[in-house]
């Protein structure tokens, strides 16, 4: 009877642990490279899954912070009356026709994450507002502009806060009337935050809506809470 040799025998066992530690070496490569394809898959794109709950998370707030504003001019109104909020009230902490009265605590200045703004507009969309006639924090009060199919066809006051991003206004609209849908008004960003007329009266897309968010004339976004129907 013939015997293998000992060194063919051994030569034999090593290069079957040989190719077996090459295919596992050659799998784990593979799996490593599939992985981290992934991972810069994922991160790669700006609307990934995190940029979506984020904003989501931003139009949540903006929701909640609007309608604590909204029951803080309730208790001035019941303060001062209704004409007060249309013709005296003002964002100031001082003074009796001050929202944020430091005494009366009407309310309390409102603050957003950087995240909810189009930080390209500049930086005074994102700066937080000492408290003043028409601003605080991040919010502006628009006592001139006339809502679209409201109580009435006088002007409303509303708390506005402008220079949102795209995503983040189309959400808002998505959690108050379940789609993703901007309308254009005709006043231009600076109207909002100036006292002017935002221009949603004659706009079909806001009909009856005493909040949400639109699209300015010069595409800048905007959202606005009515806080008193006149």
């Known amino acids: ?14 290069s079957a642990q040989s190719g077996f530690i090459q295919a596992a070496l050659l799998f784990g490569i593979a799996l490593m490279t599939a992985v981290l394809g992934g991972f810069a898959l994922a991160n790669r794109s700006p609307t990934s899954q995190t940029d979506v709950e984020q904003a989501k998370v931003n139009a949540s707030v903006i929701l909640k912070q609007a309608s604590d504003l909204r029951d803080g001019v309730a208790r001035y109104s019941s303060d001062f009356g209704s004409s007060a909020v249309t013709t ?40 937080i507002k000492a408290p003043a006639a028409l601003v605080a924090g991040h919010w502006y009060l628009n006592r001139t502009t006339a809502g679209n199919g409201l109580a009435g066809a006088g002007e409303d006051p509303m708390v506005v806060l402008p220079g949102l991003r795209a995503d983040v206004c189309g959400r808002v609209n998505t959690l108050l009337y379940g789609a993703n849908t901007i309308p254009v ?41 009515t806080v008193q129907e006149n």
């Open 88 to 127: 005296e009230m003002t964002f100031e902490s001082v003074g009796n026709n001050g929202l944020f009265n430091a005494s009366a605590r009407y309310a309390s200045p409102q603050i957003m994450p950087t995240s909810t703004f189009d930080i390209s507009i500049g930086a005074t969309v994102d700066d």
């Open 1 to 14: 009877m013939c015997k293998v040799p000992s060194y063919q025998a051994t030569f034999s066992k090593k």
């Open 185 to 225: 008004g005709t006043g231009a960003l600076s109207a909002w935050t100036t006292n002017v007329d935002g221009g949603i009266s004659a706009v079909a897309g806001v009909a009856g809506w005493p909040e949400g968010c639109i699209q300015t004339s010069d595409s800048r976004y905007v959202y606005f809470k």
